[in-house]
């Protein structure tokens, strides 16, 4: 596996994302499966692993904690803070980024990871009701104090995220982006190139959409958050297929995958993009992996790029209700 640098952070090339290892995606797999899906991915190189303390709430900070424990000091680590919820009941009610709450959940994700200091701690929203330079103050504190070591941003307006890099250096700027939702294009992008940062994908198959192996027809339960996502209601699934036809349309002159496909095109984008896929199963990690062997030409991308020019995606990404806090 090949590394590459967000800011200064160096991390494998591909990362991984545990959030479907909550119930994000219907029933949980059991510590055990997970543990061994997490620990075979760095068996096979991956260095960088992504968490969150609304995962669960709290229990996927803890099942990460328990799988990188012999692994420790060999792995980047990024969790997230920015969303009020309630230690007891797990009820998450807005937004909360205040000083105070940033302190506190920085010491719990620490016990639940059962770590030391927190590699990468990213804002996972904006709090609109808090400066975002007295959120960059207190996560600089913290670097202070040891706690962390550098600091992220997820789904970060251009203007937030140059305000809070000129209080503390952004490391790392984290935002839904692949073939399917290229929002950060016009400004993030850029920003991250301009300033030096880099740029972490979440959803880079698109919740598996582009991977070929979701169409129209597949049932999806009633407990997987994508049934009530607007891009995935049967309608638009039907109507995003032409995306999906052309991603195995290059991936079959490739050789490859669709999901190595779409990988390799953000790896292609720019030098400082790490995506995050996650999986449950150790062999679509061997075949997410496989993605930095499958080598996109010019000619290729410009294929891509044309094509995808022509296709108009139906449905949000998001639904309204999580939508509203993204780009603050």
Known sequence: MKNRLLANLQVSEIGF????????????????EAIKVIRGAFDRGVTFFDTAESYGPFTNEVLVGKAIRPIRDRIVIATKFGFDINFETGERSGLNSRPDHIRLVVDRSLKHLGIEAIDLLYQHRVDPEVPIEDV????????????????GLSEAAAGTIRRAH???????????YSLWTRDPEAEILPLCDELGIGFVPWSPLGAGYLTGKIDAKTAIDATDFRAASPRFTEDARRANQPMVELIQRIAQSKNATPAQVALAWLLARKPFIVPIPGTRRLDRVDENLGASNVQLTAADLAEIEDETSKIDIEGARLPEAVLRYSYK
């Open 166 to 176: 000129a209080v503390q250096a952004v490391t790392a700027i984290q935002s839904e």
């Open 17 to 32: 994302g545990t959030m479907s290892f909550a119930s994000t995606y219907g029933a949980a797999p059991s510590d055990d």
């Open 136 to 151: 960059a103050g207190t996560v600089k504190d913290l670097i202070a104090a040891g706690k962390v070591k550098h600091f």
